[in-house]
């Protein structure tokens, strides 16, 4: 954010300096009376007590000074629209710049609402006893003295100031707040647009088709039961019959192991023997055993091992390492002529 829109929100409602007013006031007051107690002691009791001296305070203080603020507040709002001040620069030197072209506006408010400010003073103070001598010696052209001007210019330089950078903070922090909102709402849409991408490119991945099984239908004494094949530890062949391993236990499956070598995803099933295909998240570890042969064990709850001759074990360990096996390689072929049928 390089500049402040001015949008004098603050400056537009005179109430704000009205309230910077009484809060002036009721300082001064207050020190008055605990500087000078004595002295205001003796107003109060030559006024008649404590009501006729705050209907004194008042009409001739409060509403006169209220009618001041309010045409100093016109003044500072007004030169902002004459001058077209719409923007002030976030740099000490514009701000400063800003802030001294109201200077000769409040120095020369006074002889704009002093005029106004005194007449109100004379309708309250002097009622019902008017007179134009005393309107005009007393409220009026006695007032424009050196003196009076120097009583007015502290409270009305500070209360125009005030004002004036209360006004602009006002309007830097909405700004920022806005600024702030709007960064926070670009973000969450980004976020959404990146999510709805990724959503889009993983539905479009999962729509594709694998060419690869994916799941099968395996049966035991207990019952049938349809699951992902990446959930087999292994692949085995005993007495003719074909089971799938699974964490939950052993599955008959009507597919060979002939089938299941063509039609499973290579870089995830090995055949490793003649009567084993196994997954290779199964692998553990293997190590040589004896008279050439390597035992290679599966992290299958009874740890399942697993003899490999030394010549497999060569196919197999380029395998692990990301070889996918070459597609001219001949296929085991089943000691069982025919693949045992699942009935329904």
């Known amino acids: 954010m390089e500049k402040i829109h001015l949008t004098r929100d ?5 109430l704000y300096t009205v309230g910077l007013l009484m809060g002036v006031i009721l300082l001064m007051e207050g020190l008055g009376w605990a500087i000078a107690y004595n002295s205001k002691l003796s107003i109060l009791i030559k006024h008649g007590g404590a009501l006729p001296y705050i209907s004194l305070l008042v009409r001739s203080l409060i509403v006169p000074e209220i009618v001041t603020v309010i045409i100093l507040n016109t003044l500072l709002n007004q030169q902002h629209v004459y ?3 719409n923007s002030v620069g976030l740099t000490l030197r514009d701000i400063s710049r800003y802030e001294l072209s109201f200077l000769p506006t409040i120095l020369l408010s006074f002889f704009v609402f002093n005029p106004i400010t005194e007449t109100l ?3 309250l103070e002097s009622y ?3 007179t134009l001598t005393t309107y005009w010696e007393t409220y009026l ?8 001007y120097l009583r007015y210019l502290v409270p009305i330089f500070f209360i125009g100031y005030v004002t004036l950078n209360i006004s602009l903070v006002s309007d830097y922090l909405k700004q920022r707040q806005a600024a702030q909102e709007a960064a926070e709402s670009k973000a969450a849409k980004a976020v959404e647009q990146a999510q709805a991408f990724i959503a889009a490119q993983s539905n479009s991945v999962n729509n594709i088709t694998s ?3 994916t799941s099968l239908k395996g049966k035991n004494a207990q019952g049938e039961l349809d699951f992902p094949v990446e959930d087999v530890y292994f692949f085995t062949i005993e007495d003719r019959y074909y089971y799938a391993q699974l964490e939950k236990g052993q599955y008959l499956v009507t597919k060979t192991l002939n089938d299941l070598e063509t039609e499973l995803d290579p870089t995830r099933f090995f055949r490793i023997k003649r009567d084993y295909i196994v997954n290779r998240q199964s692998v553990l570890n293997y190590a040589y055993w004896e008279n050439g042969k390597y035992i290679v064990r599966l992290n299958t709850p009874d740890r399942h091992e697993i003899v490999v001759p030394r010549a497999r074990m060569q196919e197999f360990r380029e395998w692990l390492q990301g070889n996918t096996p070459s597609n001219n390689q001949q296929p085991y072929a089943d ?9 329904s």
């Open 10 to 14: 603050f400056l537009k409602k005179p």
């Open 83 to 85: 001058l077209r001040l």
């Open 121 to 123: 003073r004379f309708f």
């Open 128 to 130: 019902p006893d008017y």
């Open 141 to 148: 052209s006695g007032t424009f003295t050196i003196s009076v």
């Open 211 to 213: 060419p690869y099984l």
């Open 335 to 343: 000691t069982s002529p025919d693949p045992f049928i699942l009935a």
